[in-house]
């Protein structure tokens, strides 16, 4: 039998539920409850109006806000790049290139090493409110390093993507369209049964067009859904082809047309923004507020990688979206949860309504804006995952 909880004295509570509350994109209810019933929401509102429940907590006038929804990230992989950071903080630009260097440590990591390092990342993000994450291959590059860094995911996640085409691999360096056989053919065949998604890093020195809709056409047609990088580096037909084959997200987006943008506000297809990339690789930023004006869908994630956006905190990128990205905190905090949710084509995360996985973060604060306010201090004081309290 489940038990019941009620979280009481919230300053503020963020629901992403308009219906609620002050009738704004985030619901806010002042002075709120929430109630937890197993592993699910069962009642928010007013605290005065809360009903009776087995067990309560106070929350002393503290925020509260869905877990974050973290739908970006390349997690499996062993070492690290600080020196190409230092070079490039040194003046040095980014290119894909650098990917080569982690499918090397990776390649010669053992299963228990890369695991290791992929729940030492995924515990600290918990710690700082994420609750959903998607993570992606990529570092491996054979169907045996692809396959095994999937299966690893997919011990802690739901949300796995196979990146077999993060770049051409180094052992294809010299033919690429045999490389995309392979991702197209036997490497698809061994990760398949491991994955949710499929994705492409389209950009010049990794995947062309016609190749990024070879390779998503072929998950699509194995039964994974298609995400893909998209324009990060420069303009290229990356969004136009997320929009035309129904991608959950075209991801960086920062070098859009103005006909991309339009596609990205008439599409189901997120624009997922990426703030940590830019800030690591001193890279133009994505025009939030030009997606946002154009009624695009928004989601804001930490691209958590060892090369060009080594941070797992997703309250660092909403202070980074607010202050360089013209979103207002409430855009960043709603991209960071329900935005995340979208991009993951999910309706029961994002959100705190009954029905909705109890994915909750506590912060040691009296709104959500301090998240953007208060950049870089830890506010996150608690965390409840699936209705469990585990920070």
């Known amino acids: 039998m489940s038990s019941s909880t009620v979280i009481t004295n919230i300053a503020t509570l ?43 907590v106070d929350a002393g006038g503290r925020a509260v806000l869905p877990g974050f929804v973290d739908s970006h990230s390349h ?60 993570t992606k291959s990529g570092y491996g590059l054979t169907v045996a390093d692809e396959s095994r860094a999937l299966r690893l995911a997919a011990k802690h996640t739901d949300e796995v993507t196979y990146l077999g085409a993060h770049i051409v691999s180094p052992d294809y360096a010299d033919d690429p369209a045999a490389y995309v056989a392979l991702v197209t053919g ?38 994974l859904h298609p995400r893909i990088h998209a324009n990060q580096l420069s303009y290229g037909p990356g969004v136009q082809l997320a929009v035309e084959l129904d991608a959950a997200s075209a991801d960086h987006c920062t070098h859009l047309t103005d006909a991309d943008v339009d596609a990205l506000a008439n599409s189901a297809t997120v624009a997922t923004l990426l703030p940590g990339a830019e800030f690591s690789t001193r890279a133009e930023w994505p025009d939030a507020r030009r997606l946002l004006d154009a009624g695009a869908t928004v989601a804001l994630s930490t691209d958590c990688n060892p090369g060009s956006s080594f941070t797992s905190s997703v309250p660092f990128c909403i202070a980074l979206a607010v202050r360089d990205m013209r979103m207002t905190p409430d855009e960043a905090v709603w991209s960071a949860t329900a935005g995340g949710a979208a991009a993951l084509r999910r309706t029961d995360i994002g959100r705190l309504t009954p029905g909705a996985y109890a994915d909750l973060t506590l912060l040691d604060a009296p709104s959500h804006v301090h998240l953007a306010y208060r950049p870089g201090v830890p506010l996150v004081s608690g965390v409840w995952r699936r209705g469990a309290r585990v920070v």
Not at 208 to 213: E, K, S, T, V
Request: with cysteine; aromatic share 6%; net charge negative.
């Open 186 to 223: 036997e490497m698809l065949d061994a990760c398949a049964p491991h994955a949710r998604w499929i994705d492409v890093f389209c950009e010049k020195g990794a995947f062309d067009g016609d190749q990024a809709r070879a390779i998503l056409t072929a998950g699509k047609a194995r039964g």
């Open 75 to 134: 997690l499996v992989f062993a070492g690290d790049r600080t020196q190409e950071f230092n070079a490039r903080m040194s003046g040095r630009s980014y290119t894909a290139g650098g990917i080569r260097t982690t499918v090397a440590a990776t390649r010669a990591a053992s299963d228990a090493e890369l695991e290791a390092n992929l729940t030492r990342y995924l515990d600290e993000a918990l710690r700082q409110g994420t609750t959903t994450f998607e």
């Open 14 to 56: 963020v629901t992403n539920d308009p219906s609620l509350g002050d009738g704004s994109p985030l619901g806010l209810i002042q002075d709120a409850a929430v109630v937890i019933d197993g592993d699910r929401v069962a009642w928010t509102g007013e605290s005065s109006k809360a009903p009776a429940t087995d067990n309560r």
